[in-house]
């Protein structure tokens, strides 16, 4: 008996152009809206004389954004490619249903939530992830601190991928789940109902993310929901105001080139320096918070600065 939903057709490779129209490029469409929402922030900000923004990291963010806008249309092929090739080699595919949006995000967030995990837990990946936490205001304009190499997180959601979500729905998705993230970042918002603060991944959940404190680093890596975070025990409530950044904060605030590349610069120099494959290995896909310990204790040891020493 044929089964409507699974066993769907194959999508001819030369018939790309009809996933491309058919998955609605929200993003695109998204972002004057998001311009706009940000300058009233800022101007709100002006009037109320808030920390909120400072005009170079800001610069930065902008230029950061721009850039990951013409990554993402420069890569966009090849994602489309491989996924319809995947969905072409499932014999579960499933038809265009829109319906198939609701399972699809969850499971693309529940992998959301451990592609972020692993961008903090290991260097390499957090190469491709510091670039949003390099910013030490909290502020809309956060959202488009997104690294130009991100892309390659991609292999994180090759499960959700093989799972025969129509290529549509698969691009759909992962782009509200980027487009959800955008009004998180804002100190505007605060605690919401108790309710929407135990499932969503809100402001306040969010602003702690963003948080250098030791209790609140490596915390709350939901996407869009935060119960991933309450079952896997990295959950942690806004109770005291975060202070933004990384550990060691940059200086070139408004450089892109340098928001985005100044780690992975780091971990070429860590690795030319170590000895050892396995302390090369360790400088690339060692904790983040491990090597920088390392590096600390090191510096004491000969009593110099932590970025002289491996």
């Not at 955008?182 to 963003?210: M, Q």
């Not at 030791?214 to 202070?243: M, S, V």
Request: with cysteine; charged share 20%; hydrophobic share 45%.
């Amino acid at each position: 008996m044929f089964d409507p939903l699974f066993g769907a057709p194959e999508i001819p490779i030369d018939k790309l152009w009809t996933v491309e129209q058919g998955a609605p490029n929200l993003i695109l469409w998204a972002v004057p809206i998001m311009i706009l929402l940000t300058a009233i922030e800022m101007v709100v900000t002006y009037i109320q004389e808030k920390p909120y923004y400072d005009k170079w990291e800001t610069l930065g963010s902008v230029l950061v954004g721009l850039g990951s806008l013409v990554v993402g249309a420069g890569v966009k092929l090849g994602l489309l490619y491989g996924v319809v090739w995947l969905y072409n080699l499932l014999p579960w595919r499933m038809a265009l249903q829109w319906w198939t949006l609701v399972p699809c995000y969850l499971i693309f967030d529940f992998f959301s939530y451990w592609a972020h995990r692993v961008s903090h837990e290991q260097r390499f990946w957090w190469a491709t992830h510091i670039v949003h936490h390099s910013g030490e205001y909290y502020n809309l304009s956060v959202s488009f601190r997104l690294s130009w190499i991100q892309n390659l997180k991609i292999i994180f959601f090759v499960p959700v991928a093989l799972m025969g979500f129509h290529p549509i729905v698969f691009f759909t998705v992962s782009q509200l789940a980027v487009l959800f993230q955008f009004w998180v970042h804002t100190e505007y918002i605060k605690k919401l109902p108790r309710w929407i603060e135990f499932i969503f991944a809100t402001p306040s959940n969010h602003r702690v993310h963003h948080g250098s404190q030791e209790k609140y680093i490596d915390k709350n890596f939901g996407a869009t929901f935060i119960f991933w975070d309450r079952i896997f025990d990295t959950y942690e409530p806004e109770d005291e105001r975060p202070i933004y950044g990384i550990t060691t904060n940059i200086e070139q605030k408004a450089n892109p080139i340098h928001i985005n590349f100044h780690e992975l610069t780091d971990i070429i120099r860590d690795v030319r320096k170590a000895k050892g494959l396995r302390e090369k290995w360790f400088y690339v896909f060692g904790s983040p918070i491990k090597v920088a310990e390392k590096k600390q204790q090191m510096a004491r040891q000969f009593s110099v600065e932590p970025e002289q020493v491996v």
